[in-house]
């Protein structure tokens, strides 16, 4: 069974700080890991990301894949409030058709 | 591009009452279509996924059921609703050539 572990849970900043947003995954034939934002309904998405350290990058957001320690990370430089939002990582298998999700991180940035 | 419109967006059910939440897409053909079901504050549990025209694939068991009586038309149903079925509903759309899973804006259920 595929499994995505997204740490931290919740994070609390300040406007202008750097976050490190965090995913782990154990999935059968690895296909791709994709990253969406969620404000308040639906999940928009930012990031796909298929191989190993190959930087994705929009904006203050960037992420990189290690396939080799089986881990993403999501950052995000000088945050600002809109930055505020759950923050989930996805994993795609080859045979499966749907996406497996992490538990996703809370990221609220204070003024 | 696709846009997936999801309705009711909100809805507050008795207990033991049916429901029907409706998802169509637009933008393109022969897409597969999921719904996902989110609790307060966590992650996105896979419930139904489809490939086609009446196929459809369940990931949990569960009291809920999926139609797919068009290409791009998805509904997600119960003949009566449970107090747990409470939760944040969203249909997604990956459009058959792409590798990009895109979301609707959900559907909140509060089963009273």
């Known amino acids: 069974e595929d499994k995505v572990v997204q740490s931290p849970l919740s994070l609390v900043v300040h406007e202008g700080d750097t976050v490190t947003l965090n995913c782990s995954y154990e999935v059968t034939n690895f296909r791709s890991l994709l990253w969406y934002k969620q404000e308040k309904k639906a999940p928009t998405f930012l990031f796909m990301l298929t191989s190993s350290g190959i930087e994705k990058k929009s904006g203050r957001l960037s992420s990189i894949l290690d396939k080799k320690e089986l881990f993403s990370i999501l950052n995000i430089t000088a945050t600002q409030t809109g930055d505020s939002a759950i923050y989930l990582c996805a994993v795609r298998s080859t045979g499966r058709r749907a996406l497996t999700f992490g538990s996703g991180t809370r990221l609220q940035v204070q003024p | 591009s696709q846009t997936i419109h999801q309705w009711p967006a909100t809805l507050v059910q008795p207990v033991g009452s049916p429901l029907s939440l409706e998802c169509t897409v637009e933008?393109?053909?022969?897409?597969?279509l999921y719904w996902y079901r989110q609790a307060a504050g966590r992650g996105l549990q896979l419930l139904f996924y489809?490939?086609?025209?009446?196929?459809i694939s369940s990931e949990v068991p569960q009291n809920l059921s999926a139609s797919r009586p068009q290409d791009r038309q998805f509904i997600l149903s119960s003949k009566k609703l449970l107090l747990s079925d409470s939760g944040f509903y969203l249909c997604a759309c990956q459009p058959y050539s792409g590798n990009t899973i895109y979301f609707g804006e959900g559907s909140w259920l509060t089963v009273v």
């Open positions: 489809s490939v086609g025209i009446g196929q």
């Open positions: 933008g393109t053909s022969n897409p597969n």
